[in-house]
């Protein structure tokens, strides 16, 4: 059967990697971002009989994995083992050992079996390697600077905090960051069927809004709108406007009522607050442009007003172009690139502010 070993030092100790690993939002930080892998069921967390069953997709096909895990040891051990998917054995080992006091080793030992045997392995080997090794060095990597943030941070109790756009780019990726840091993190969703217990539902439009997911907030980061990403029609355009406008004013008039109110609102905006002013150098007290987007951020961030009268403090995010290969401006880029049509976008000559992910992630 073939292995596979990936092991690296983590500037922090065995037993706070191992907490890292075994808190909600783990495998979300830990998922490649150019992997369509997708959390279909979870039953538990990577204690012995705990399982989890994951989606992925290469190119129009989707294979599903189920994995149970076991030999599970308290700060330094845990496995899963494939019990349904694409390869034909499946034995990954998770170990944590100690280099000190404030460091550790973190080993990941895989042993697997391609599908058709023999000439499976052998044909397989060398593309199968190679993609471990790419997907292991991001996951160690995230693992160094995931725990790095956090440890900054010690000290500081853990918050419940409430997001609004959670399936979203970032929200997607903000939610299991916090988790993993020992946080409690909710969502509001105009899903009404969702089944995630960590979810609650809201319309802005029609302003409904379950008022127990606001109950002992102290933090709210409020990230949901309409796509721009999509031809500006009239009515296009009006949606963008009122999803931002009305859904944070509605949001901010209803954290105001509340008797303990959160300490902190952090709502998004964007670089459009700006519009296109060229080579311009643009502060944070420069005056707004007088584009479409411009006038969606003014009335945008004029919509917190109803947090910041009753004293909560208010941040209005202006963000630039946020950069990943999951989504955004960067995933529509890459195929055409990957396809060897890609060159000079637009002019050129455009000023792109941009941002990665993970930076983003951090900021808030």
């Known amino acids: 059967m073939p292995e596979f070993r990936y092991r690296s030092r983590i500037e922090a100790s065995a037993e706070k990697v191992f907490d890292w690993h075994s808190r909600p939002g783990a495998f979300e930080r830990l998922k ?3 992997e369509k892998v997708e959390v279909v069921e979870r039953h538990g967390t990577i204690k012995d009989g705990d399982r989890i069953v994951i989606k992925t997709k290469i190119g129009p096909f989707a294979k599903q994995w ?3 895990h076991c030999d599970y040891i308290e700060g330094r051990q845990f496995c899963d083992i494939l019990v349904k998917g694409p390869f034909a054995k499946w034995e990954h080992t998770h170990r944590f050992e100690p ?3 404030s460091a550790c080793y973190l080993e990941d030992e895989i042993r697997y079996d391609l599908p058709f045997g023999f000439l499976g392995n052998l044909l397989g080997k060398s593309f199968t390697i190679n993609k471990l090794n790419r997907m292991f060095a991001y996951r160690h990597q995230v693992t160094q600077q995931d725990l790095k943030m956090h440890n900054s941070r010690e000290g500081v109790q853990s918050m419940k905090i409430l997001t609004t756009g959670g399936n979203g780019l970032i929200g997607s990726a ?3 960051f916090l988790r993993t840091g020992g946080h409690e993190v909710n969502n509001l969703t105009r899903n009404k069927d969702s089944k995630d217990c960590c979810d609650f ?8 809004l379950d008022t127990e997911s606001l109950e002992g907030v102290e933090a709210v980061v409020h990230l949901a709108g309409e796509n721009i990403a999509q031809r500006w029609t009239e009515e296009r355009k009006s949606r963008i406007k009122e999803s931002r406008a009305k859904g944070t004013q509605f949001l901010s008039e209803s954290l105001a009522k509340l008797e303990n109110p959160p300490r902190v609102l952090v709502c998004a905006s964007a670089i459009g607050y700006y519009g296109d002013r060229g080579d311009e150098v643009l502060k944070e007290d420069s005056p707004p442009g007088d584009s479409f987007l411009a006038e969606v951020c003014k009335e945008w961030e004029a919509a917190t007003k109803p947090a910041v009268q009753k004293g909560i403090r208010v941040v209005n995010l202006r963000i630039g172009v946020v950069l990943s290969p999951e989504g955004g401006a960067l995933a529509k880029m890459l195929l055409p690139f990957k396809m060897g049509v890609g060159g000079v976008v637009g002019s050129g000559e455009q ?3 941009w941002i990665a992910l993970d930076d983003l992630v951090g900021v808030i």
């Open 32 to 34: 490649p971002p150019w």
């Open 66 to 68: 189920e994995a149970v």
């Open 99 to 101: 280099d000190g006091a």
């Open 174 to 176: 903000l939610a299991p």
């Open 201 to 208: 539902h809201w319309n802005p439009h029609t302003e409904e």
């Open 351 to 353: 000023y792109w502010s």
